[in-house]
């Protein structure tokens, strides 16, 4: 065996870009495509390189990072954790794991009541799923098309975007439901859709799956990954309305929608909608340590008094994720968080629209809090996308080049194909959002010029 030097004095930027080509594998890519910046650090909304060249993180990096780069609030509650306990077992009772679910039974909506903490999103959902299976006694979930929900196997079988294709055939006993992309109703029908206002849609689903069979239905009250797709009002309040009526429990996938980023606690929060069970991860604690969450009804809750939970994982509801979260929620409450999710949304917002007025290539904007998209076209009467759906090399090129000019600029932004996502730490400020907003209007240029 061979442990290589580790005197971190050595470290310049280019033997960490050679060790990480040679020996790291990236997520979603082709590895000897990749040229990644070596980043040195971070605060607040920036990060910078090795070169001491900064970035404001208009993206949150994976949208987790509500609390923006090294808190020091969050910091100093893992290392207070470390220095008390850094692990113990999923089985015994720990302080920081039974603080935060009492936590998370005060601010998540309606009756939500007991967490089962994971190491991230995917594995809440893959709880999420077995358990509605064991309550109802039922197989099928129905999940939607543009959808994002994890990359563990269950989870992948339950996204709909076309990551799911390289691991079919996947779980058994998914069923798909469109979804409620009102800018391009993808049943190409006129207000008021069936599809768009969700009951009817999933009714008619039922009506062929057979709705004894149907254990859950799970949507991300707004789609995030695939394109920051907010439901007309009504949606959510339809489908939980059409689930009640077959006995199909609801989960709400709040990965990346949830603990504010919204500009409300939880993004059903603003159609006062309650699922039977919500799923959580990343805003929960930053992502400082990895963390999920899945909460469940007090229904559930009773229902788990007298039945056997059959999941379980080694960090499950590990003690120093679990005290940032505590520590995070409390920060979110302390400095006021959510507020200013929501003011800081108001002025993108404001700034978008105005955008809107010299960019025709922006097609749509849809956002609430700081969870913003913004939909390039090539027409707007024709709605062409900038690039089409699963676009890849020169096809998204124009996209691509956007995104790479707002970074040497200094704002890191990415895209859904054609969609801007526009996330930002939750912490941000008006300065940094009008940063941003001059950066755009400088890039969308280059996408105007397909127009
Ligand atoms: N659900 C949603 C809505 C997400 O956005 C994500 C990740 O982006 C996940 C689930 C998966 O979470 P994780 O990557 O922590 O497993």
Not at 342 to 363: D, F, K, N, V, W
């Amino acid at each position: 065996m061979t442990i290589t030097d580790t005197d971190t004095t050595t470290w310049t930027s280019q033997r960490l870009k050679e060790t990480d080509k040679e020996y790291v594998i990236h997520s979603w890519s082709v590895q000897g495509k990749l040229d990644p910046i070596p980043v040195a650090g971070g605060s607040g909304s920036w990060f910078w390189d090795y070169d001491g060249r900064r970035y404001l993180d208009f993206q949150s990096q994976l949208v987790n990072l509500n609390l923006g780069h090294q808190h020091p609030r969050l910091v100093e509650a893992i290392r207070a954790q470390a220095e008390q306990l850094c692990y113990i077992g999923p089985g015994f009772a720990e302080r920081s794991r039974a603080e935060l679910a009492e936590m998370m039974a005060g601010i998540t909506p309606g009756d939500l009541k007991m967490t089962f903490f994971t190491t991230g999103g995917a594995a809440a959902n893959e709880n999420a799923v077995r358990l509605a299976r064991h309550v109802t006694g039922r197989q099928k979930v129905i999940a939607r098309y543009r959808s994002y929900h994890g990359a563990t196997a269950g989870a992948m079988s339950l996204t709909g975007d076309p990551r799911r294709w390289a691991a079919e055939p996947g779980m058994s006993g998914v069923v798909r439901m469109l979804d409620p992309y009102t800018y391009r109703c993808p049943a190409g029908h006129p207000d008021p859709c069936p599809v768009c206002s969700g009951g009817p849609h999933l009714e008619e689903i039922l009506r062929y799956e057979n709705p004894e069979t149907v254990a859950a239905v799970i949507v991300e009250p707004v789609t995030g990954t695939n394109g920051l797709l907010y439901p007309p009002d009504g949606y959510l309040r339809s489908l939980r309305e059409v689930c009640d009526k077959y006995g199909i429990l609801l989960i709400f996938d709040e990965v990346m929608a949830g603990f504010g980023r919204t500009g409300e606690w939880f993004a059903c929060d603003h159609w006062d909608v309650v699922p039977d069970i919500l799923t959580t991860a990343k805003g929960l604690n930053s992502g400082y340590v990895p963390l999920g969450a899945m909460t469940v009804s007090t229904r559930i809750s009773e229902w788990l008094r007298d039945n056997m939970f059959w999941g379980g994982l080694t960090y499950a509801g590990h003690p120093l994720a679990c005290a940032s979260g505590v520590a995070s929620l409390r920060i979110m409450q302390d400095e006021g968080v959510v507020e200013n999710a929501r003011t800081m949304g108001e002025r993108l917002g404001a700034g978008l629209a105005t955008l809107a007025q010299r960019h025709p290539s922006i097609g749509e904007i849809r956002g609430r809090g700081l969870f913003y998209g913004v939909e390039l076209v090539r027409d707007r009467d024709t709605r062409e996308p900038l690039v089409p759906f699963n676009a890849k090399g020169p096809a998204a090129a124009p996209v691509g080049r956007l995104l790479k000019a707002a970074m040497q600029r200094g704002v890191y932004l990415t895209a859904n194909f054609n969609v801007l996502r526009l996330t930002p730490p939750l912490v941000i400020t008006a300065d940094e959002i009008d940063l941003a907003l001059g950066v755009l209007d400088e890039v969308l240029d280059l996408a105007d010029e397909h127009y």
